[in-house]
């Protein structure tokens, strides 16, 4: 789904996109889900995709479609994903001077659009739709239509980071997770913000990169 702030664009000073879970938020939602409906190990749909037998979306798809509880219980587990404190002023900030923020995920609008909506937050995301129903638990589906189309994930956040470097000469990039890789190589190291996963890889490549824990880092970084 792809939403579009209500304000004025001020001239593009530069365009920050972003991985959702785990970079905007500290915890993941299929990390959440799993906790709170186990499977077996030779059963998980994660440990299949990082094994290279299904993909991406699929192992979400399956994840989420295993909740079972009530809308309000599902939000309550949404709220424990914690979005970053200063996430919401430090957009705000970049906003005021000039930056477009874009979410790029490979998780479900459902609840990134929830969280983004708590925090007072306008920006524009692209990310996998979700219906939720108490009896079927969180149907994510593919976004066909998007002009950022990927069977795999969904979402293809590198071509979103293509399209950001058409469109400016200052990109950066911030993420967490496997899907990240490609995409924040296509930015320069010190706009290159990367923690967990993300980061391992990147130190394993030799490849530079801005590490952070608090959204602080990033507005410091690019607003300095």
Same mark, same amino acid.
């Not at 037998?53 to 809308?71: D, G, N, P, V, Y």
């Not at 906003?95 to 007072?120: D, F, K």
């Not at 923690?195 to 801005?210: I, S």
């Given at each position: 789904?792809?939403?579009?702030?209500?304000?004025?664009?001020?001239?593009?000073?530069?365009? =920050?996109?972003?991985?959702?879970?785990?970079?905007?938020?500290?915890?993941?939602? $299929?990390?959440?889900?799993?906790?709170?409906?186990?499977?077996?190990?030779?059963?998980?749909?994660?440990?299949?995709?990082?094994?290279?037998?299904?993909?991406?979306?699929?192992?979400?798809?399956?994840?989420?479609?295993?909740?079972?509880? #009530?809308?309000?219980?599902?939000?309550?587990?949404?709220?424990?994903?914690?979005?970053?404190? *200063?996430?919401?002023? #430090?957009?705000?900030?970049?906003?005021?001077?000039?930056?477009?923020?874009?979410?790029?995920?490979?998780?479900?609008?459902?609840?990134?659009?929830?969280? =983004?909506?708590?925090?007072?937050?306008?920006?524009?995301? $692209?990310?996998?739709?979700?219906?939720?129903?108490?009896?079927?638990?969180?149907?994510?589906?593919?976004?066909?239509?998007?002009?950022?189309?990927?069977?795999? #994930?969904?979402?293809?956040? =590198?071509?979103?980071?293509?399209?950001?470097?058409?469109?400016?000469? *200052?990109?950066?990039?911030?993420?967490?997770?496997?899907?990240?890789?490609?995409?924040?190589?296509?930015?320069?190291?010190?706009?290159? $913000?990367?923690?967990?996963?993300?980061?391992?890889?990147?130190?394993?490549?030799?490849?530079?990169?801005?590490?952070?824990?608090?959204?602080?880092?990033?507005?410091?970084?690019?607003? *300095?």
């Amino acid at each position: 789904m792809e939403n579009s702030p209500s304000s004025a664009r001020l001239p593009l000073a530069g365009i =920050l996109v972003s991985d959702f879970d785990g970079t905007i938020s500290r915890k993941d939602f $299929f990390d959440l889900v799993r906790a709170r409906w186990p499977i077996p190990r030779d059963e998980d749909p994660w440990e299949r995709y990082v094994a290279g037998e299904i993909t991406h979306f699929q192992a979400l798809a399956r994840i989420f479609s295993r909740i079972r509880c #009530t809308e309000a219980e599902l939000l309550a587990l949404v709220d424990q994903m914690e979005v970053d404190p *200063c996430f919401a002023s #430090t957009v705000h900030e970049l906003q005021r001077r000039g930056w477009e923020v874009v979410v790029a995920s490979a998780g479900c609008a459902w609840y990134i659009e929830q969280l =983004l909506a708590g925090a007072g937050v306008s920006i524009r995301v $692209f990310s996998n739709p979700g219906t939720f129903h108490p009896e079927t638990g969180l149907v994510m589906s593919l976004p066909p239509a998007s002009p950022f189309f990927d069977p795999g #994930t969904g979402v293809n956040k =590198l071509e979103i980071t293509r399209d950001a470097l058409h469109r400016s000469d *200052c990109v950066a990039f911030a993420g967490d997770g496997r899907p990240d890789i490609a995409s924040s190589l296509l930015v320069p190291a010190e706009r290159r $913000f990367a923690r967990g996963w993300l980061a391992e890889e990147l130190t394993a490549r030799k490849e530079g990169f801005v590490g952070f824990d608090s959204w602080t880092t990033i507005r410091d970084t690019l607003l *300095c």
